[in-house]
């Protein structure tokens, strides 16, 4: 079956332009998380949906960073005035059953997006 | 999340053995270890999962050490296509507010011809 999609890939961006990444995650998964990637680094926790409802947003860099999933399937991470520090691979990850079921709860990831701000 | 630790890079021959390691001392009886690989420019890939006993698909075998505090990651037979950044985390499964994954840095293994 069909893997994460992220789109786009790639995208430059103007500092201070706001952003908008798309996240579609394996049909039927009720997780989704967001994650944060710079270069050399391992990725970073920013937000995680279960259905339609945002559990936890600890990770998210700052309130210039919005994440919605309003009909518990594909999710978007919002960038407003976009910063040069921004600049990024931008995961996403979803899993089949929520965190509180048993150890299948696998994430499977997307290919990321890219963000480069200027 | 127990910390672990990984040397940051390895080499392997295509065609032999790779085996990673990971350090893992201060792991809670609870507490799963877990491995993902990234493929350049790609996102990360789950590999394998234990708790204590050693697990094997068709991906990897799993080595946990009795004490649980250390393990391997045994690639059989390594190609080209291999080459990544291996990461070990260690978590709890289906454990609440332990959802996220944690990683690390890594280890970037490179397969040689």
């Known amino acids: 079956g069909a893997g994460v999609s992220q789109s786009p890939r790639y995208k430059v961006a103007k500092r201070g332009q706001d952003v908008a990444l798309r996240c579609d995650p394996i049909s039927g998964h009720v997780s989704l998380f967001w994650y944060q990637q710079a270069l050399g680094q391992g990725p970073e926790f920013l937000t995680y949906?279960?259905?339609?409802?945002?559990?936890?947003k600890s990770g998210l860099p700052s309130d210039r960073f919005f994440a919605e999933r309003p009909e518990g399937s594909v999710s978007t991470l919002k960038i407003q005035r976009t910063q040069q520090e921004d600049s990024a691979v931008y995961l996403c990850?979803?899993?089949?059953?929520?965190?509180?079921?048993?150890?299948?709860?696998?994430?499977?990831f997307g290919p990321g997006t890219r963000l480069t701000v200027l | 999340d127990a910390k672990t630790t990984q040397p940051p890079s390895m080499d392997c021959a295509e065609g032999r053995a790779a085996n990673l390691p990971c350090n893992h001392s201060t792991i809670s009886g609870n507490e799963y270890v877990y491995w993902y690989r990234q493929i350049h420019s790609q996102g990360p890939q789950y590999i394998i999962h234990g708790l204590k006993n050693n697990e094997t698909n068709e991906m990897a075998s799993l080595i946990i050490t009795e004490d649980r505090k250390s393990s391997t990651l045994i690639l059989p037979h390594a190609t080209l296509r291999d080459t990544a950044v291996y990461y070990c985390?260690?978590?709890?499964?289906?454990?609440?507010?332990?959802?996220?994954?944690?990683f690390g840095k890594g280890t970037l293994l490179t397969v040689n011809p």
């Open positions: 990850a979803s899993s089949q059953l929520p965190p509180r079921g048993s150890v299948t709860d696998t994430q499977y």
């Open positions: 949906f279960q259905n339609e409802a945002q559990l936890d």
């Open positions: 985390i260690v978590r709890v499964a289906g454990g609440g507010s332990n959802y996220k994954l944690t």
